[in-house]
Structures are given as C-alpha cells and as structure tokens.
C-alpha cells in the first residue's frame, strides 16, 4: 500500500497546508516588496504556493493536530505558533533593548523561493 491510499491521508495533508500557511502569512508582506520573490503573483497566490512548499515540514504538526480532541484554538499546531510567535517577539524587543537592530538585506538568500 502507498502512502496515498491511506485513509484520512488526504486531510492530514490539507491540515499540514494550512498550518504552512498560517505560519507563513507574516513574511507575505516582505516577500510582496520584493519583485524577484513575487514574480508577478498575488499575496494570496504566494502564499498558496509557500504553503505547498512547506506542507512536508508540518506533517509532525498536522500528525499531533489529527490525535487532539481538545478545542480548536488549543490545539499542538496552534500552541506552537502561538510559543514561536512569543519567542520572536521576545526576541525583537531584546534586539530593540539593546540596541541591535534587525538586519533585512540578506533575507533572499533565505527564501523558499526559488528565483
């Protein structure tokens, strides 16, 4: 049997999509400034094809969701944005005590992007 066949494989995919896309949603913005990342789409088209290229990478996330029986808003993929969210926010505001400022010019040569 493949992957594939596996019942419910289908929703667990769509799951980890949209925790892709959740996640990614903030760097919409940058990513739209930038001409060679857009490549004339749409924030909604790039943030559908940045979420189907994440999708693999939130598997464990969309797996852990598939387990919960909790509230929606209580569930694993939403306590770890909720936790990575925090944890950059923190990080921003040390960055901002101390006098560090965040540094964007080499964002390109991390992007999912390819040009």
């Known amino acids: 049997m493949q992957f594939w066949e596996t019942e419910g494989i289908l929703d667990l995919l769509i799951d980890a999509r949209a925790c892709a896309a959740r996640d990614s949603e903030d760097e ?3 990513m739209m400034k930038c001409k060679s990342s857009r490549k004339g789409r749409t924030a909604t ?9 994440r999708i693999w990478g939130y598997l464990d996330w969309a797996a852990e969701n598939a387990t919960y029986l909790g ?5 694993p993929s939403e306590q770890h944005t909720k936790e990575n969210r925090e944890a950059f926010e ?3 505001k ?3 005590e101390t006098g560090a400022a ?3 010019t080499d964002d390109d040569a991390w992007s ?3 040009e």
């Open 28 to 30: 919409i913005e940058d």
């Open 45 to 53: 088209e790039l943030l559908a094809d940045i979420s189907v290229n």
């Open 71 to 75: 509230p929606w808003s209580e569930r």
């Open 90 to 92: 923190r990080a921003v």
């Open 94 to 96: 040390e960055d901002e």
């Open 102 to 104: 965040y540094d964007d």
């Open 112 to 114: 999912d992007i390819e």
